[in-house]
Structure formats: structure tokens, C-alpha cells
């Protein structure tokens, strides 16, 4: 599976934003997706997850409430809308996707098979 991830930019503070995901060579509809995100100078932050139905979502905690992940398996897509952005979440954002992740494997980076190249996100104050 191929993702690219798009839809970065600079934004102000309080502003809205919304990354997008494209899949391409495999079955994307039977994964589980996710969205993660690294700062500079930080490790890799689980975002949000949607298993393959579009069920079981689950939000990393700084962005419950203000992003929401939706996937659209006829078109092998996965958005990430993201409001009231802040400046702590300025990172490269990363879709991701894998086969046969449990639940207790949902937040881990290493449970993802595919992952796209990343897309910036960088709020001002």
C-alpha cells in the first residue's frame, strides 16, 4: 500500500485544517488507519485511529475534542479534520496503515505497516 498524505500548511492559532491521506495498491478498506505526528526534536505522537469499519475511534488525548478522523473506504481515503489548532500542534503529520492491528496495538507506531511521508503542519501564535 501507498500513502500520500497532503494538505499541510501554516496556519494561525484557533485556525482549522484538514490533512488528507490517499491510498493506493492494496486493500486499504480491510485496515486500520491512523494519523500520528512528530514535532521537532520529539518522538513520534499517536493522533487518532479508525479500525476498518469506521468504528473503534480513538483520539491521542492533547487532540480529543478538536480533531476528528473519518475514512472513506470507496475512495481509499483517510481525513483528518483538525480545529482550534494550537501552536503545540505544529509537527510532520504521518498516515499510517496495517492489517490485523488489536485493539492494545492501536496507539503503537510499530503495529502500522504502511506509512505515507508526511504532510507539515506549523501553527503560529
Known amino acids: 500500500v501507498q500513502l500520500q498524505a497532503s494538505g499541510g500548511g501554516l496556519v494561525q492559532a484557533g485556525d482549522s485544517l484538514r490533512l488528507s491521506c490517499a491510498a493506493s495498491g492494496g486493500a486499504f478498506s480491510t485496515y486500520t488507519v491512523a494519523w500520528f505526528r512528530q514535532a521537532p526534536g520529539k518522538e513520534r505522537e499517536f493522533v487518532a485511529s479508525?479500525?476498518?469499519?469506521?468504528?473503534?475511534?480513538y483520539y491521542g488525548d492533547s487532540v480529543k475534542g478538536r480533531f476528528t478522523i473519518s475514512r472513506a473506504n470507496a475512495k481509499n481515503t483517510l481525513d483528518l479534520q483538525m480545529n482550534s489548532l494550537k501552536p503545540e500542534d505544529t509537527a510532520v503529520y504521518y498516515c499510517?496503515?496495517?492489517?490485523?492491528?488489536?485493539?492494545?496495538?492501536?496507539?503503537?507506531?510499530?503495529?502500522?505497516?504502511?506509512w505515507g511521508q508526511g504532510t507539515l503542519v506549523t501553527v503560529s501564535s
Open positions: 499510517a496503515a496495517g492489517p490485523g492491528i488489536i485493539l492494545s496495538s492501536i496507539k503503537t507506531e510499530r503495529a502500522y505497516s504502511y
Open positions: 479508525i479500525r476498518r469499519s469506521g468504528g473503534y475511534i
